[in-house]
DNA sequence: GATGAATGAGCATTCATTCAT
DNA sequence: CATGAATGAATGCTCATTCAT
C-alpha cells in the first residue's frame, strides 16, 4: 500500500493526497526551491488556492510531505523493533528497517536528504525537534530493555547512533545519487555485520 | 594558516578572498537560495559589479566556495595518506584526515554538505563530477599500493568507502547541526576502530 | 439602546446584527480594505456563506454599516431640530446633535468618517448621493422655516453648513484620533456659541 | 514653481519626480488601494524595479508623496505667518495659507486628505507622529510671540485650532469632492472674519 | 437557509543580472 | 577595472466570490 494511502486513507483527502504526491515529483525532480506553486498546481491539476487552504504555505506543503516521511519511515522501524529480542536483533532491525525503507521509498527517501534541512530551518522546526525528542526517547526505551549498551561498555551514547546506521545511511546516500549501483538492499547483511562489529560487541 | 590564503594566496586576490568569505558566511547564516548577492555585497562592502566579474554570477561564486573546500580537504586527506604505510594506516588516514577537517574548518564543513546538492545540479556539475572521478582515481591507487581490499575480501569495493567514512560522516553532521555536543576529534580514535573492525579486517 | 438595535430591531435578524457588529469592529481596527471576510466569519462565528446571503457582497456590507450610522445620525438630529423655535435653536440643534452622536457613538462616528470615501466610489454612490440629497433639501426646509438665513444676509448659502459643522467636526476628528483628550461633549456649548458668532448673526 | 521641482530640484532626481507624479495621478484617481505598482510603471513608463529602487515599498511612495505635500503646505504656511503681526494677523495667515495652499495644489490636497489615514497607520506613522510634533511645537511658539491666546481667554487651547480652520478645511473638502461649486478662494476673507469672530476675540 | 471547499485573477515584491558611466 | 542604477521576468500568496452539498 501507498505511503499517502496510509497517512491520508480517506475519502475526502484524495485531493490532499494528490497535492502531495505531485509536490513529491516536482521536488525530488526541480529540487525544492526550484519548484513553484505553479509547477504543482500543474501537476495534480487543481488551483492555486486549493493548495494553500489544505498545506496554507510551500512550506507547510514541504514539511507535511517530509512528516509523512518521517512517520512512515518510523511506522516500518517499530515493527521491526518489536519483534527484537536481543542487542544483536535490535542492531539489525534499525538497519534493516532503514536499508529497507530507503529502497522501498526511494522517492520518500530522496525527498527526505534534501528537505530535512529546509524543514529544520523553517517555522516547522519546532515541531521537527518535538518528533526527534520523542523518536529518540522512544529508541532509548527499546535499547535499555533489550539490554544494549552492555555489550559495548565504553562506547559513548551519542556515538552510538552513527556507527549502527551511519555506514548504511552513507551508502543509500551514493545509491540515491546514482554514485553506486547494487541496490543497499543487496548488502543488508553485511551492512547489519559491519554495524556490529564496529560496535566492538562480538 | 586559514583555507583562503591557502587557496588564493596572492596579494591581488585579497577582494576576491574577502568576497567569498562574506558569501561563506552567508551562505551558512542564511542558505545559500536565501542569501541575496546584495546581502553579500553588504558583508564585504564591494559593489555588485566586482562581484560579477570575479565570479561570473552567484553559482560561480557557490562553485568557488565549494571547490575551494573540497580542495582543502583533498590537500589534508593526501597528506596524511603520504605518511600511511599499512592497510590500517591508510583507514586511519581517511578517518582522520576527515574528522579533523571538519573540526577545525566546521564552517566550511558545514557548507561542504549544503552545497554539494546545489553544485552537482548546477551548471557545474560536470567539473565537479571530473573532480570526484579524479579524487576516487587516487584513492584506488593508494589503497592498491597499501594492499587494502586484501585483508577484506569478500567486501564488495563500493561498500568500502561508506563502511569506512560512514560513522565518521554520521557524527560529524550530527555536531555541526547540534545534535550532540562533543567534538569529534574526542572520538578519533573510536571512530577508526570501529571503521577497521566493521570492514571484518580484525 | 444600541445602534444596531433600532435599525434592525427584529429577533429574526439577530444574526444579520452580530455579523455587523463584528465587521464594525474589524474594520475599525484593522481597515476596511486590510479586513477580509474570514476575519468577520471568525469574530462572529457564522460562514463565508452567510454573510454572503445577507449582505451581498464586502461591498455590501460596508455599505449596510454606513447608512446604518447614517440613519441613526440623522434620527438624532431630527429629533433636536424638532425641539428648535428660533435660528439660534437650529444651529445648537445642528452642533449638539453632531457632538452628541460622536461622542455616544464613537466607533460609529470613527466608521462614517473612514468608510464614506470607499462608499461614494464604490457600487453603493448612487443611494448615498440620494441620500445626501434628501437629507439636504430637509435641512434646507427646517431652515426656511426657522428664517435663518435672514439674520446672516450676505453668507453664501454653501458656506454655511460648513461655518456651523466644521469646527465641531474638526475637533470631534481629532479626539476619534487621539490628537486631543478632551470628551467633544465638554465642548458643546463652547463650539456652538462659536458657530454662532461665525455666522456673524449676533 | 511645480511642487516636486521644488522637492527634488536635482536634474539627477528627474525619474524620482516622474515616478511621484505618476503615482499622484493613479492614487488620486483610482484610490490609493486601488493602484497598483504596475499603474504607476505603465504611467511613467520606468521598471518595477526602479520604483522599488527608489521608494522601497508602495508604502514608502505614500508616505513621500505625503510628506512632500505636507512640507510643501508648511512652506507656505511659514511664509504666510513670517509676514504676521498681530494675532489676527496670524489667523488669516492660518486660513489663507490653508485656502491657498488647497485651492493651488487640489491635487496634492486631495491626496492629502486620503493618505493621511494610510500614513498614520502604516509604517512610517513614527515619522508622522513626529512632523506633527515639529509643526505644532513652531504653531505655538509663533502664536505665543503674537500674543494670541490673550484675547480669546477661556477657548481652551486644544479648541483653537479647530475653530481656526475647521470651517475653511469643511468647505475645502467639499470643494474637492464637488459637493460645492465655488472655489474656496473666493470666501478666503469671509472664512477668516469668521474664524475670527468664532474665536470671540472681536 | 447554511456551509466551507474550491476557484483563479491579481498583486506586491524580489533579485540575479546587465551596462552606461 | 569599478560602480550601482535600472531592468523585468518570475513567484508566493491573498481573498472576494461561487456553488455543490
Given at each position: 500500500m501507498d505511503l499517502l494511502d496510509r497517512s491520508?486513507?480517506?475519502?475526502?483527502?484524495?485531493?490532499k493526497r494528490s497535492i502531495l504526491r505531485a509536490a513529491l515529483d516536482c521536488f525530488?525532480?526541480?529540487?525544492?526551491?526550484?519548484?513553484?506553486?505553479?509547477?504543482?498546481?500543474?501537476?495534480?491539476d487543481t488551483s492555486v488556492g486549493a493548495i494553500y487552504h489544505h498545506f496554507t504555505n510551500k512550506e507547510g506543503l514541504v514539511a507535511a510531505l517530509f512528516?509523512?516521511?518521517m512517520e512512515d519511515q518510523s511506522a516500518l522501524r517499530l515493527e521491526y523493533l518489536e519483534a527484537a529480542q536481543t542487542a544483536r536483533d535490535g542492531v539489525n532491525a534499525l538497519v534493516?528497517?532503514?536499508?529497507?525503507?530507503?529502497?522501498?521509498?526511494?522517492?520518500w527517501a530522496r525527498y527526505q536528504f534534501s528537505a530535512?534541512?529546509?524543514v529544520a530551518n523553517g517555522p516547522h522546526k519546532e515541531e521537527l525537534r518535538e518528533r526527534n525528542r520523542v523518536r529518540n526517547q522512544q529508541l532509548q526505551q527499546y535499547f535499555a530493555q533489550l539490554g544494549v549498551g552492555e555489550g559495548m561498555a565504553g562506547l559513548p551514547p551519542e556515538l552510538v547512533?552513527?556507527?549502527?546506521?551511519g555506514s548504511?545511511?552513507?551508502y543509500c546516500r551514493a545509491w540515491l545519487s546514482g554514485r553506486v549501483q547494487q541496490n543497499p538492499t543487496a548488502y543488508r547483511e553485511l551492512l547489519a555485520d559491519a554495524a556490529w562489529r564496529s560496535l566492538g560487541a562480538g
Open positions: 491520508y486513507p480517506s475519502r475526502r483527502a484524495e485531493l525530488n525532480t526541480q529540487g525544492i526551491e526550484a519548484t513553484t506553486i505553479e509547477m504543482i498546481r500543474l501537476a495534480c512528516f509523512a516521511a534493516f528497517s532503514y536499508i529497507d525503507w530507503v529502497a522501498n521509498q526511494p522517492d530535512r534541512a529546509v547512533p552513527s556507527l549502527i546506521i548504511s545511511e552513507s
